[in-house]
């Protein structure tokens, strides 16, 4: 069963909220552990939340901020 898009955005917002600046790291290497172990939807899901965590973490600069 594929994984929601607000459950997606959901543990993005909550792996933000406990790693910071680093919780795409996180997820990346999270991604990376299960596709080591064969678990590829795992992996996908880890992927897709990942690119959540970016769009959220780059909505949430100040203005005048870049993204680099």
């Known amino acids: 069963m594929p994984v929601s898009d607000r459950d997606i955005y959901a543990t ?5 909220d406990r790693h910071g600046k680093s919780a795409t790291y996180y997820a990346c ?3 990376d552990e299960l596709l080591d172990q064969g678990a590829v939807e795992g992996a996908k899901t880890w992927r ?3 690119k959540a ?4 973490l780059a909505d949430s600069k100040p ?3 870049s993204s680099n």
Request: charge should be neutral; proline fraction near 0%.
């Open 53 to 56: 965590m970016e769009f959220l």
């Open 12 to 16: 993005a917002k909550l792996v933000i």
């Open 48 to 50: 897709r939340i990942a």
């Open 29 to 31: 290497g999270r991604a």
């Open 63 to 65: 203005e005048g901020e």
